[in-house]
């Protein structure tokens, strides 16, 4: 049965393929059965056993017939330029309109870099600058709020018991 399946899948992917093949009718408006003769043999028999392909026919048909009275004009000698004249203006009208967003998405690289290297920088001297705090710490007294040195007992006199009660 999956060979029988696969077989019509095959023939109605040959019978849309001969659709597509069929040449245009210029401004004359065909039935489905008029572009079912136009089809090879094999694809012809085919549509008669079919229900999709008659309606992939039938839907052919009105979609060929609603094109029939279209007119295509041939493009002019300057066709092309004037469309690219086109588009470059556009552009360069969105480009005078976001001309400061463009300049922003521009620098935004350099100020990434600038500002990794400025924190690189900032934190390599504080890492210096905590080292000789260290060394020096044991000289001076050193502050008591960053200094991870034992603080005096005089440093805590601002604090007081919680549970104390005044009255």
Aim: glycine share 8%.
């Amino acid at each position: 049965m999956g060979n029988l399946l696969n077989r019509d899948e095959v023939n109605c992917r040959r019978f849309l393929d001969a659709l597509e093949e069929l040449p245009a009718s210029g401004n004359a408006r065909m039935s489905a059965a008029e572009w079912r003769a136009e089809l090879p043999v094999a694809e012809e028999e085919h549509a008669g056993s079919c229900g999709a392909c008659r309606t992939a026919l039938e839907e052919f048909a009105e979609t060929r017939n609603a094109l029939a009275g279209i007119t295509v004009q041939e493009a002019g000698p300057w066709f092309t330029a004037r469309v690219m004249a086109a588009i470059t203006a556009r552009e360069r009208e969105e480009e005078a309109r976001d001309g400061v967003w463009i300049s922003v998405r521009k620098l935004a690289p350099r100020l990434v870099a600038l500002g990794a290297l400025l924190l690189v920088l900032g934190g390599s001297w504080a890492l210096e600058l905590r080292k000789t705090e260290g060394i020096n710490a044991d000289r001076r007294g050193g502050d008591m709020v960053f200094d991870s040195s034992i603080a005096p007992t005089w440093y805590d006199d601002g604090l007081g018991m919680t549970s104390e009660v005044r009255p």
